[in-house]
């Protein structure tokens, strides 16, 4: 089961509330140091270089996501990175093992971005998008971002606003992906196997 959605949308609270395993894509994003990330036009504090712009795909591993959602389809296994965002930056890997679960959930923010990787690597999916309202999903992430000390206030205020006004377009691009929009309910049901 593939779970797209925009930042806050609850996506991460879904999968916690089921029990299922999970593969959570943001783990895949690159070490803020890393060259090839994509930059922003902004910076955090004065004489500083141009911000990470962490909502562009480039600043994200799309080969290993899909290489290790193949691994875990064919052999139950795969080993993933352990992603800290406050630090930017991956902290060691870990594995998820099925275990005879005849599910799992991959999901995060670029998850429609590897629903065609996927179906070409021949895994059968469910491709859901969580499909909330704007204003309760910017609400809910800023919450979220200022408790876990994600990022510094002005950039979490203005990565906020930015994602507001891009959802959008993330939304249909995760449609144009093959992801269907779901409400959190009928998520829930569909993870559940209900």
């Known amino acids: 089961m593939l779970l797209a959605g925009p930042s806050g949308s609850g996506k991460s609270r879904l999968v916690s509330a089921v029990g299922c395993p999970r593969v959570n894509l943001d783990d895949f994003y690159r070490d803020e140091d890393d060259p090839a990330n994509p930059r922003t036009t902004t910076t955090v504090g004065a004489g ?12 994200w591993d799309f080969v290993a996501a899909v290489a290790a959602l193949v691994d875990l389809c064919t052999t139950g296994r795969a ?21 005879g679960a005849s599910t799992f959930v991959a ?9 065609p990787g996927c179906r070409a690597a021949g895994i059968a ?3 859901l998008y969580l499909d909330r ?19 510094p206030l002005p950039v979490l205020l203005r990565r906020g606003v ?6 959008p377009a993330l939304r249909r691009r995760a449609l144009a992906s093959g992801c269907r929009p779901v409400g959190m309910a009928e998520a829930l049901r569909v993870v559940r196997g209900v």
């Open 79 to 99: 080993e993933v990175p352990v992603y800290d965002i406050s630090a930017s930056r991956r902290t060691g890997t870990r594995t998820v093992d099925l275990g």
């Open 125 to 127: 999916m469910d491709a």
């Open 48 to 59: 500083e270089e141009p911000a990470v712009d962490w909502d562009d795909v480039g600043s």
């Open 107 to 115: 999901e995060g923010l670029f998850a429609p971005e590897v629903v």
């Open 162 to 167: 930015a994602l507001f006004r891009a959802e």
């Open 133 to 151: 309202p704007r204003v309760q999903t910017l609400l809910f992430r800023f919450v979220r971002d200022v408790s876990e000390h994600r990022k």
